[in-house]
């Protein structure tokens, strides 16, 4: 096992960016930026025992500067979208920045994955990390309090992936951290091939603004049914009226383990090269979106150009809008509480 640092780039402002790379024993790689906490690169084994790389990213630093994919970033402060870009807190309007037509999505207009962090590597008995440090001060992007970030990612000899999120605060504050890594296990190409399972039996609806509804609605006899392995071509372009609000898939699904401690979420399987992500985590939520924006602007490593559904993103994470959804898993953090959550992305093959 062993981690090493190296400089990747300098920001606009002249400001050095470190990429780490983790790697262990089987020759998987994990490759982890400063600028956004980026997971910028996985390789995974297939069948044969060949690792390759298995997420979309860019050669260069200008790339991750420039990305509007957000292929790996952090996002925060709070993830996904809150509907109108405002909520109520303790009878106190908060007006965000609205980067999403109306809405605010993954932060704002500089969410956490625009943010410089500051990284330092560890070592720990069968694994090593990084650690990723970031103080987002009161009233950034209009939100409240100063908060105290903290992203670990740890890989270990089992080709697992460890993602810890901490935060604490001086005011009360939502808090939805996640990672927007996007999956290909093929490689290149579309995603449509892949075969998905989702531990969840509800998802949240959402409107043709992807905002949700409220409600809670069974999968069952719905396209959105994943509690038995699917592909995900199969049915994604149904003329089902979720699936048009999406433009494909792109819901939050509310796990069956509730969230609170960790739990399985999904598993992913690509059939011509065996290879499997499973994910766990002990958030309540998954984001599973298909890549539906992705539309050929992005040019990414190797001069590979990223089209519509190249790429999938298993987001763990707190609902969507759930600062103004009080009857959602709470998602406000306040002075003396700790925010702990984690995710674990476990490679394999068969």
């Known amino acids: 096992m062993e981690v090493f640092s190296e400089l990747f780039g300098l920001t606009t402002e002249g400001q050095p960016v470190k990429r780490f790379t983790l790697r262990n024993g089987n020759g998987m790689e994990v490759r982890l930026l400063e600028w956004?906490?980026?997971?910028?690169?996985?390789?995974?084994?297939?069948?044969?025992?060949?690792?390759?790389?298995?997420?979309?990213?860019?050669?260069?630093?200008?790339?991750?500067?420039?990305?509007?994919?957000?292929?790996?970033?952090?996002?925060?402060?709070?993830?996904?979208?809150?509907?109108?870009?405002?909520?109520?807190?303790?009878?106190?309007?908060?007006?965000?920045?609205?980067?999403?037509?109306?809405?605010?999505?993954?932060?704002?207009?500089?969410?956490?994955?625009?943010?410089?962090?500051?990284?330092?590597?560890?070592?720990?008995?069968?694994?090593?990390?990084?650690?990723?440090?970031?103080?987002?001060?009161?009233?950034?992007?209009?939100?409240?309090?100063?908060?105290?970030?903290?992203?670990?990612?740890?890989?270990?000899?089992?080709?697992?992936?460890?993602?810890?999120?901490?935060?604490?605060?001086?005011?009360p504050t939502p808090i939805n951290l996640t990672n927007h890594v996007y999956f290909n296990l093929k490689g290149s190409g579309d995603i449509l091939d892949h075969e998905i399972e989702i531990a969840a039996d509800r998802f949240t609806p959402i409107t043709d603004q992807f905002t949700p509804t409220g409600e809670l609605r069974p999968v069952e006899g719905t396209p959105l049914d994943f509690r038995t392995?699917?592909?995900?071509?199969?049915?994604?372009?149904?003329?089902?009226?979720?699936?048009?609000?999406?433009?494909?898939?792109?819901h939050n699904w509310v796990l069956n383990h509730g969230g609170g401690s960790l739990g399985i979420a999904a598993r992913v399987r690509e059939a011509s090269t065996g290879r499997i992500v499973e994910v766990q985590t002990t958030q309540p939520g998954l984001q599973f979106y298909c890549g539906n924006f992705l539309d050929g602007t992005a040019v990414g490593r190797g001069g590979s150009v990223y089209h519509r559904r190249h790429g999938l993103c298993l987001e763990t994470q707190h609902f969507p809008d759930s600062p103004n959804h009080p009857e959602f898993p709470n998602c406000i953090l306040r002075p003396g509480e700790h925010f702990e959550e984690t995710a674990v992305f476990a490679f394999s093959a068969e």
């Open 36 to 171: 956004g906490a980026y997971w910028a690169g996985v390789t995974a084994p297939d069948r044969e025992g060949r690792y390759k790389e298995v997420t979309l990213g860019y050669d260069t630093l200008e790339g991750y500067l420039g990305d509007k994919c957000c292929l790996g970033g952090v996002c925060g402060r709070f993830a996904n979208r809150i509907a109108l870009a405002r909520f109520v807190l303790d009878g106190v309007s908060h007006q965000l920045e609205a980067n999403d037509g109306p809405n605010h999505l993954h932060g704002g207009c500089r969410g956490f994955h625009k943010r410089p962090w500051k990284g330092e590597t560890l070592q720990d008995s069968g694994r090593v990390g990084v650690r990723f440090v970031y103080r987002s001060v009161d009233g950034e992007e209009h939100y409240p309090g100063n908060l105290e970030a903290q992203i670990e990612y740890w890989l270990d000899a089992q080709d697992r992936v460890t993602i810890i999120y901490r935060a604490q605060t001086d005011r």
């Open 229 to 250: 392995p699917r592909r995900i071509g199969d049915r994604i372009d149904m003329p089902d009226a979720q699936l048009q609000c999406g433009r494909g898939y792109d």
